[in-house]
């Protein structure tokens, strides 16, 4: 930290510069914590409104939607997983808007992590972006296997070995990160659009089976009074129902981890006070199409007691697994578990393509912090921070664990791992806009001047934060029943992300001697000014543009009506 001035008690520009609590600015080298502009450390604001919408969305589309749900389904029933997938996809979206409006008054490379430096404590934004690279190093070389799984839907492993889909789909992941943000986000705004396109495509397969235009038997709600909208699950009666319901929160909460990945790209969007605020904001009706409203099909057309389904759950991450093709089946339709499993393979691709990137910036990011090695805010000359990319790659070679049978048992347990950094995140991010709020109201920032405010407030944060707290506490409660011999080592990955977590952020205290920041200590100014310029400049060229080529018929078209969507 050597060269570094403290952070003014006041944030206007004409704060107090005697007073001190912690360093946002390097002097000798010009350096805004968290926010680059040199041309050696600078990312490449590449990414166009219709990416950073379309990348929202598909970080929240998965197999945590299309495969993890028929697992839950079979637990507890349709009535507990609509239930529990539309309450978690409330607190998503509270935590969502609460990430918005920190973007959008100050857009930083350092993303959330920034965040919870600068508004919070520096200590939690060095174990929240640890904790979030530790999660995508570690999902994104499951996500390569889970690949190959997805293969084996056609090709089983004695007749081609895993190991050649892992390297040819790694190949490919890097090479598409390596081209540059532009690159990156065309790419993966035609895969998001894919994806839409086949959720959709689900979603009325699912309605048109629920009417019966399938096989002429219309089911309607016919499965929600037998076997019923409810399955006792441990217990018996009212009791064991709930706690049936309670353990779907679990699916509902890994089905949703990724959404927040809008947070990451803050630092490479085109003028980020537009785009962040309605990406977030389309985030809620995308959640309740997507998501309840096909859950709300699927408990229409599979019961819970299916033997189609409990197959299904002791399948792989292929086609087989996914309550849809169970669907598919009991409606008679033929072939549609092909299309529907080379429909996951590109799902899996792109969340491997997502998780790497993710990964990246968010190495890259605790490195404009100040909480790792300076060396990983180097870009090349298409804004790529090289280092961060190829170190988050290195670690997507541990895929390759699973070509042994053997190691399968022990990755799932670090995958297991990852489902709590997932809420810890979540619940960073509401904290750090706790205090973004206190510190507002503390120095007169009213929601008049804001570009983006959260539509609940400081209220709304609070009310996630609680259920995202019980739910990290709860998440494994089954594991407290039956015999602890066989559940020990799933309690253990289930909740050890919670100590390293604190361990962090206690650690990184003792080391640095950082203290929390106040709420008339809050820096709002610093920085500020240069994404002000960006962003004058940015609609100036606009401006310019569309007076030269106005907006043609179909831009208008799309922006009106189909942009909600896609």
Known sequence: MDGLVHRST??????????????????ENSHVRGIETSAETSLQRGLKARHITMIAIGGAIGTGLIIGTGKALAQAGPGSIFISYSIVGFVVYLVMAALGEMAAWLPMSAGFTGYASRFCDPSLGFALGWCYWIKYIIVTPNQLTAAALVIQFWLPRDRVNPGVWITIFLLAIICINYFGIRFFGEFEFWLSSFKVVVIVGVILLALIIACGGADGDPKGFRYWSSPGAFRPYISTGSWGQFLGFWSTMVNATFAYLGTELVGVTVGEAQNPRKTIPRAIRLTFYRIVFFYCISILLIGMCVPYDSDLLAFANGSSTSASASPFVVAIKLAHIPALDHILNACILIFVFSAANSDLYIASRTLYGLSSDGAAPSIFRKTNANGVPLYSLGTSALFALLAYMNVSDDSKAVFSYFVNLTTIFGLLTWISILVTHIWFVRGRRAQG???????????????????????????ALTKNYDVFVGSWAAKYPTFITGYLGIPIYLLLILGHKLWTKSKGVRPHECDFYTGKDIIDREEEEFLAAKAAQLEAMPEKGGSIFYRKFLSWLF
Not at 10 to 27: C, E, H, I, N, Q
Not at 448 to 467: D, F, V
């Open 10 to 27: 006041a944030s206007s520009p004409s704060g107090d510069k005697d007073k001190v609590t912690y360093s946002d600015v390097d002097l």
């Open 445 to 471: 920032l009213g929601n008049e001047i804001m570009p983006y405010t959260a539509p609940l407030g400081i209220y709304g944060s609070y009310g996630a934060l609680a259920m995202c707290i019980l739910i």
